[in-house]
């Protein structure tokens, strides 16, 4: 049974950093960000994948890093330079296919999101 515990969300003043965990219970070959506004639908921020295949999404690209590691059940989003449209509920999420983040719906194993709210 796959479970995904996101962890790191807060709040922060625009400009800042943040730094965001995702701890899975089994191994998959991608897993990727993804982040929901209020009233707005979920997008896909960033992903990577067990041959080292890593993208982001143009919005964050420079200023957001997705990275894995702990033999690959961890994820990590590091965030710098946010933005008060970064303010969402951000997701991590885990599948056995080889896509990215622009493909959420191949991703069938989700967390249950952590807040990150960015003040200006």
């Known amino acids: 049974q796959m479970q995904l515990a996101e962890s790191g969300g807060g709040s922060v003043q625009a400009g800042g950093s943040l730094r965001l965990s995702c701890a899975a219970s089994?191994?998959?070959?991608?897993m990727g960000w993804f982040r929901q506004a209020p009233g707005k639908e979920r997008e896909g921020v960033a992903s990577?994948?067990?041959?080292?295949?890593?993208r982001h999404a143009d919005s964050v690209k420079g200023r957001f890093t997705i990275s894995r590691d702990n033999a690959k059940i961890i994820l990590l989003l590091q965030m710098n330079s946010l933005k008060p449209e970064d303010t969402a509920m951000y997701y991590c999420?885990?599948?056995?296919?080889?896509?990215?983040?622009?493909?959420?719906?191949?991703?069938?194993?989700w967390g249950q999101g952590t807040q990150v709210t960015v003040s200006s």
């Open positions: 999420a885990a599948t056995s296919n080889y896509v990215d983040y622009r493909r959420q719906a191949d991703f069938p194993y």
């Open positions: 089994l191994n998959s070959y991608c």
């Open positions: 990577i994948c067990s041959d080292g295949r890593i």
